[in-house]
Nanobody, 125 residues
């Protein structure tokens, strides 16, 4: 079982930037998809971004395209989410996720084998 630990959340003004990190341990993840989901108060958890094992393929929710960038460094077992031009509606707890199977993109919750504990992102207007 893989353990995921997120960091980098915080409070930022609208228009600002944050970079989230997620470090994995317990298993080599270079062939597993990784991604980010978020959950705002009183809302369902939603997909944000995903990346395949070698970093060559990415996918984004329409709401973050052009503003967020997902990347990974397999040598460090770490996946990143660079968030620019942040908006108040981006406020949520952000969760890192790893796929349950190799060569799988984590664009749906059913594909996820492990979750991180979450990190809070708050964007003030």
């Amino acid at each position: 079982q893989v353990q995921l630990v997120e960091s980098g959340g915080g409070l930022v003004q609208a228009g600002g930037s944050l970079k989230l990190s997620c470090t994995a341990s317990g298993r080599t993840l270079s062939t597993y998809g990784m991604g980010w989901f978020r959950q705002a108060p009183r809302k369902e958890r939603e997909f944000v971004a995903a990346i395949n094992g070698d970093g060559g393929s990415t996918s984004y929710a329409d709401s973050v395209k052009g503003r967020f960038t997902i990347s990974r460094d397999n040598a460090k077992s770490t996946v990143y989410l660079q968030m620019n031009s942040l908006k108040p509606e981006d406020t949520a707890v952000y969760y890192c996720a790893a796929s349950k199977s190799r060569y799988t993109m984590v664009v749906e919750p059913t594909t996820i084998g492990s979750w991180g504990q979450g990190t809070q992102v708050t964007v003030s207007s």
